[in-house]
């Protein structure tokens, strides 16, 4: 379909959402409660 040829899952939108999310001033925090992040070592300070 479309020319893709990669194996897409529903990790393939994180990502962008926590992209979108740490524009629109969410807290890095936040966001990363928001996508289950378990330890703060995964994300960036």
């Not at 926590?18 to 925090?29: C, L, N, W």
């Amino acid at each position: 379909m479309a020319g893709i040829e990669e194996k897409l899952t529903s990790y393939v939108p994180r990502h962008p959402y926590a992209s979108i999310a740490d524009e629109m001033g969410i807290p890095v925090t936040a966001i990363s409660q928001m996508l289950g992040q378990i330890e703060q070592k995964n994300i960036r300070k």
